[in-house]
């Protein structure tokens, strides 16, 4: 199942699910919970399948034996399940209408946690008989509704699925379902920053362990350059909601991951022994929490190696051993930096204030810095989180830093609009951010293998494209009958025959420079090629690709005027017919397909955008500042900036550009002015209403 179709699935079963929620009277809270659980079970199921006729035969070879083994005890050893026949996917899916289906969900959750003690009390139960409040049939149609999900489907694609899931119950609960969630494309952003290549990891706040399956993911990535050192991780996690506990027990045994999550309040419970004790840390805490009692952390040297905030003004008598912490921020801090092993490093999100707080906070920040701990600073932009609106700031330690300086990364005008009030990373983004991590470690080949993946990306979506843009132009064609639309379209249709020869360009570079097939990664050694000619190489074939996109604009944009005239004169027509102005079938089309052309050209080229946009900040494939962006200070350039880890302070201000193609802009300046007519003549009917009103009122 590639990407797309996965999209597709997780979409489809979302709507599904949302669907029957919406005919409920069932709060999202009430709901994630069954769901989640009959995600588990599709997968407990799945897995189970995969081993079955396996676990058989090794049952009937033995049975009879003095090696005899109950079925159950093989199963658990070759799938790590075992799903007796009333907990089996199928035989509950097919429960006649008429049968407790809430109740026969309760003793399958039972039965698997029977033979597996790690879940017991984890999976949902009592929840089912909740969906049946008003209708009691919703359990047998989430069933149906997961039975979509292919039999075959393995781990990855289910731990996919839950976090999809997961993301979505978050969204829906808002403020509430950040305290559980963290978006996904923020993780893997500090993922790939951190880089956790093995190791005990731990999230001393781990919502539903979403840091776990990220970092899980990221070393299953990059397997191939752990060079057969280990690369398992083992997660510790801690959450003090119970709920949320179990959450993340079912998101590690979906996405088949090793360690443990333990309910507990990290201010005042330590159950991992967590100072000195990990590899990597990763978390999300909660911002800004001011009742933390000072009695209880002031001695733990969790939070006390590098300083406790305290309240400015001297205690009252009347409140001695009363007091609390202004601001938690800094004891997670401490807990981060306390928790790493000698060569730990970790990465947090952090309430933007913090960067620049006052007082006994900037005392700890500043001894932070002397003793050299904070790799990284990078700033988020607003409206990533569900809990807050404002930016957020990711911290990154390293205590084995190679040199004082700091890396500040602005990140705040770099992200993908999903909806009014979300935004999140691309894919693509995350990479380019991360690769200025890269530079900066002096890992220039990864610069140019990032651009390889691009152009390797960019060229087969071309190709794909060019095959729908035909198609398209005969639509456009159909409707604009005049020869100057003939013309414009048969351009249009010309320019993407030029494809050809940038194809022959790019098999030319690649001659010089081979990728490992399928990879878009470089094939072996580099042999005698610098990464100098390389980066030069890539920077003469994306200028081959310029002339190219500017040609299509402009087809497009001379397209776009075409059809705004032609729409004009029927407008004209219809007047001089005395008819009312409206845009006819035909129109709406080739509206349509201009539409679908503008999308062609934009897929196609997106990936030599980001091209563009690295080898312009970066154009020796090496670090360096860059305004706006990012800037690596020197202990004399905090100390001028009075230890402040805000990274404005020192990366500057660029005005970047909206992205908007030339006729994009046009587009929404017309319909702007559309809108703008319509609420005036809204206005003047007001108008027109209230005077009539106001005369009758006085007699008039």
Known sequence: MNKDQLKKLEADLW?????????????????ATPVLGL????????????????????????KGTRREQKISDIAIEKCGFYLPGHARYEHLLNLPEEKNIAKALKEAMKAIEEYKPELEGV???????????????????????????????????????YEYFLSEFARSEGQKGGEFFTPRSVVRLMVEIIEPHGGKVFDPACGSGGMFVQSAQFIAEH?????????GVYVCGQEKTRDTVNLAKMNLAVNGLRGEIKQANTYYEDPYRSFGAFDYVLANPPFNVDDVSLSSVEKDQRFNTYGIPRNKSKVKKAD????????GNYLWINLFATSLKAQ??????????????????????????????????????????????????LWFFDKAKADDNILFIDARNIYTQIDRAHREFSEEHIRNIAIISQLHKGRRDKFVQLIDRYFAAGMERMVENKTRVEPVSAQLLEVLDDAGGKQAVGELVRQWAGLAKLKTRYAQYLDQFPLAPG????????????????????????EAFDPFFAALHEGLKHLDKIVRQHEKQQAVQAQADGKRAATDRKTNALKGALEELHMEVKNAEIFYQHIHWLQQRFPKAE?????????????????????????????????????????????????LTDEIENLNKLARTFENIIRVNVNEMVGE
């Open 15 to 31: 709507s599904a699910a949302d669907k029957l929620r919406a005919n409920s009277d069932l709060k999202s809270s009430e709901y």
């Open 39 to 62: 995600i588990f079970l599709k997968f407990a199921d799945n897995n189970y399948r995969r081993f079955e006729t396996e676990i058989h035969a090794e049952y009937t070879k033995l």
């Open 123 to 161: 999976l949902p139960k009592d929840e089912y008989a909740a969906l049946t409040r008003t209708d009691k049939t919703i359990p047998q149609q989430l069933l149906r509704t997961f039975a979509d999900i292919p039999a075959d489907a393995a781990g990855d694609l289910f731990g996919q699925i």
């Open 223 to 231: 397997r191939k350059e752990l060079k057969g050192s280990e690369s």
């Open 320 to 327: 001695e051993g009363k007091e609390t912490v202004p601001n």
């Open 344 to 393: 730990g490093r970790a990465a947090l999100v952090m309430a933007n204030s913090a960067s620049d707080a006052r007082h006994s906070e900037a005392d700890i920040r500043k001894t932070l810095i002397e003793q050299n701990l904070i790799y990284a600073m990078l700033t988020l932009p607003s409206n990533m989180f569900y809990t807050v609106t404002l930016p957020a700031t």
């Open 519 to 542: 990879t878009g990664e470089r094939a072996g050694e580099r042999g005698q090629a610098t990464i100098e000619q390389n980066n030069k190489a890539q920077q003469q074939l994306r």
């Open 623 to 671: 670090y360096e500042d860059v305004t706006g962006l990012c800037k690596l200070a020197s202990p004399a350039d905090l100390k001028e900036q009075d230890y402040s880890l805000n990274a404005g302070r020192y990366v500057g201000v660029v005005i970047e550009e909206d992205g908007k193609t030339e006729e994009e802009f046009v587009e929404e300046i017309l319909q």
